[in-house]
T-cell receptor, first 115, second 114 residues
Framework: DTEVTQTPKHLVMGMTNKKSLKCEQH?????MYWYKQKAKKPPELMFV???????INESVPSRFSPECPNSSLLNLHLHALQPEDSALYLC??????????????FGPGTRLTVT | KNQVEQSPQSLIILEGKNCTLQ??????????LRWYKQDTGRGPVSLTI?????NTKSNGRYTATLDADTKQSSLHITASQLSDSASYIC?????????????FGAGTILRVKS
């Protein structure tokens, strides 16, 4: 099983709402990632968890709050978002440090629209 | 500054034809280079990963080359199919402090028409 799953597929939320994105993998991978992708742009790294600990935060605004409850799950909590936060949010995982050439597997993404 | 540049930005070819996409990078120190295929609204799917010592790697009709001296890579697609229509993204991973970080190119949008 080389699948990374993400829920929901689509999410529409108002600027005052609180919502969460969920990501799951059962490949035993110890590194998990959140990316944000705007239309016709490459993915931008937001957060990296390594062994369930936050190892990289790319200066993401605090209205995005990641959480890694266990080695298979990764959440992204959303609060007080702005319309410019509308994007495709991608989750990914890898067995280890991708700097060493390991595969990184992406989920299908959650299409987020902030109204 | 670590950058990855891809060309062309977009490409239209007829079904059955071959094409080559280019990637130039300035990432240093270099660890590995990946090519991903991304269908619209979907997550990227890995095609190849090449490290410093690898010059060529194939995955079915996709063949990637790497020249670490000139910091260039290409992705050659043979006998294109309609399903090859997608964005192709070149991604370079730096070694050392860059750890889990990847530097993404802007991608080449390929459209294969019948």
């Amino acid at each position: 099983d080389t699948e990374v799953t993400q829920t929901p597929k689509h999410l529409v939320m108002g600027m005052t709402n609180k919502k969460s994105l969920k990501c799951e993998q059962h490949m035993g991978h110890r590194a998990m990632y959140w990316y944000k992708q705007k239309a016709k742009k490459p993915p931008e790294l937001m957060f990296v968890y390594s062994y369930e600990k936050l190892s990289i935060n790319e200066s993401v605004p605090s209205r995005f709050s990641p959480e890694c409850p266990n080695s298979s799950l990764l959440n992204l909590h959303l609060h007080a978002l702005q319309p410019e936060d509308s994007a495709l949010y991608l989750c990914a995982s890898s067995q280890g440090n991708i700097g060493r050439g390991v595969e990184q597997y992406f989920g299908p993404g959650t299409r987020l629209t902030v109204t | 500054k670590n950058q990855v540049e891809q060309s062309p930005q977009s490409l239209i070819i007829l079904e059955g034809k071959n094409c080559t996409l280019q990637c130039n990078y300035t990432v240093s120190p270099f660890s590995n280079l990946r090519w991903y295929k991304q269908d619209t609204g979907r997550g990227p799917v890995s095609l190849t990963i090449m490290t410093f010592s690898e010059n060529t790697k194939s995955n079915g009709r996709y063949t990637a080359t790497l020249d670490a001296d000139t910091k260039q890579s290409s992705l050659h697609i043979t006998a294109s199919q309609l399903s090859d229509s997608a964005s192709y993204i070149c991604v370079v991973s730096g070694a050392g402090e860059y750890g889990n970080k990847l530097v993404f190119g802007a991608g080449t949008i390929l459209r294969v028409k019948s």
